[in-house]
């Protein structure tokens, strides 16, 4: 019984070091940045078209750098207004994409299937050949046609296209710019010596039957597993994010015959679930600190941004100033990295409406798109923000996760900033631990990053039992 890191690699126990020593958790210097993903007040009322606007008035301006340093400076940028008068010659054009898709779940097709009207088949993937890209602007809209791949983008997204209009009022795309994020004005100061930084999703409480590999994470992190060497490890990790679905990660089954029951069952089954939570988390704040989102099933506000969840639902975690709850997306800084994140409902979200299925192809698409969820407020709800766009990227992180993904992914990839220079970003998929029991471990000097796995194992290296 003991745990794995990488590829099921047992610690590495060589050179000893003295069991009297005693070691102290590391500290870090920490900043929320979420505070823009805080409900300063709560209007519903508000039409969802609004941010839209929003989003392209933010982002033109970065854009227009972008398409300086790839097309040059003596590129001439239109609004579709002023197509006609170009007459087919070749221009830039700024727009906000709209993804025309005959698929996409309608109320009108529910209420017709109500009616017996129109039966719709059930589907999971919603793209099809049929799919048309139209560009809008503040005023108009236009189809695109030619070097634009509508199978790997979705609506919501900034870009801005080269090409012409051609006398069926379409316009030919010969390349497309994308908007990015913009480089980061911080500076990185030299971290001395390794710092961790752990993240964990989908733990789901109301149906996680294995306890054992949760205490054994627990222990793990806390420092009661493993010898002096592993010991002076753990003692290295700065902070855990639990990046959502904590309480549960599927709906909540519906029945009308037998509602009254279910209703019952289900709520104790949910109370049952944050209990668990509870004592699950008063074994960690005291000893580290514990960052908590919510995630698409936890018991908050369903659209995004959600907010923290209520500290009432842990009366033994909250009473230690080290459970810290936050908001999903989350973003803050650490050890001067920048860690932006999401509980995984927009990269599920992206893979619904594109032909885009890898979690990490997705996470680095949307930082090329410059934006955390633009299919948010289309298929994605959102709060209807009116004059503003939170989850534009305000700049590069250096960490960006996604949490309750299929599986454990990671890699560094170079960023191509609005202002010309590189910037090296670490995307980390974290798995949803109550089905591979395994998280994430982050060198935040180096940003090294790898899995690891609790379970119990054969003693030849192999991966822990599922």
């Not at 409900?39 to 301006?61: C, E, N, P, V």
């Not at 006398?167 to 480089?183: I, L, M, R, T």
Request: a negative charge; proline letters at 5%; glycine letters at 6%.
């Amino acid at each position: 019984m003991k745990v794995s890191d990488k590829k099921g690699n047992l610690p590495n126990s060589a050179d000893k070091i003295s069991v009297d020593e005693v070691f102290s958790r590391v500290q870090c210097s920490y900043n929320n940045l979420s505070f823009k993903y805080r409900h300063q007040s709560k209007d519903f009322t508000r039409q969802f078209a609004h941010i839209y606007a929003a989003r392209l008035s933010k982002m033109r301006d970065n854009l227009i750098k972008c398409i300086g340093q790839k097309w040059g400076s003596n590129v001439r940028i239109a609004r579709l207004m002023d197509l006609p008068d170009i007459n087919g010659e070749k221009c830039v054009v700024i727009g906000t994409l709209f993804k025309h898709q005959e698929l996409k779940p309608s109320i009108l097709k529910e209420i017709s299937e109500e009616l017996q009207l129109v039966p719709q088949p059930p589907r999971s993937h919603f793209t099809s050949d049929s799919d048309k890209l139209i560009l809008e602007d503040e005023l108009q809209r236009i189809m695109l046609l030619g070097n634009i791949d509508i199978h790997s983008v979705v609506t919501g997204i900034i870009c801005a296209v080269m090409g012409n209009e051609d006398q069926s009022g379409k316009f030919h795309v010969e390349d497309v710019c994308w908007v990015g994020a913009p480089a980061p004005t911080r500076t990185l100061s030299c971290v001395e010596s390794d710092r961790y930084l752990v993240i964990l999703s989908g733990l789901d409480m109301s149906q996680n039957g294995d306890l054992f590999s949760l205490q054994l994470m627990i222990d793990w992190i806390t420092g009661w597993l493993g010898d002096a060497d592993d010991q002076q490890r753990q003692a290295k990790i700065a902070r855990l994010v639990i990046a959502g679905n904590s309480v549960r990660s599927t709906p909540e089954a519906k029945n009308n015959k037998v509602i009254q029951t279910l209703t019952i069952e289900e709520s104790s089954s949910t109370l049952s679930a944050v209990e668990q939570l509870d004592e699950f988390l008063e074994q960690l704040v005291e000893f580290i600190t514990v960052d908590l989102m919510p995630g698409q099933f936890d018991p908050t506000n369903h659209s995004i941004p959600q907010q923290p969840l209520h500290y009432c639902m842990f009366p033994k975690a909250s009473k230690f100033n080290s459970l810290n709850g936050v908001t999903n997306p989350y973003c803050f800084q650490i050890e001067d990295r920048l860690v932006i994140g999401t509980s995984g409902q927009p990269i599920t979200d992206i893979s619904l409406y594109s032909d885009l299925t890898d979690s990490l192809n997705i996470l680095e698409s949307t930082l090329k798109w410059g934006h955390l969820a633009p299919t948010a407020p289309d298929t994605l709800s959102c709060y209807p923000y009116y004059d503003d766009d939170p989850f534009i990227l305000d700049s590069q992180p250096d960490i960006y996760f996604a949490g309750n993904q299929p599986k454990f992914e990671t890699k560094i990839i170079d960023v191509n900033c609005n202002d010309g220079s590189v910037h090296k970003t670490r995307l980390v998929c974290v798995p949803r631990f109550a089905d591979s029991k395994t998280l994430a471990v982050i060198n935040l000097s180096s940003l090294d990053c790898y899995p690891v796995s609790f379970g119990v194992f054969d003693g030849s290296g192999s991966e822990p039992d599922k």
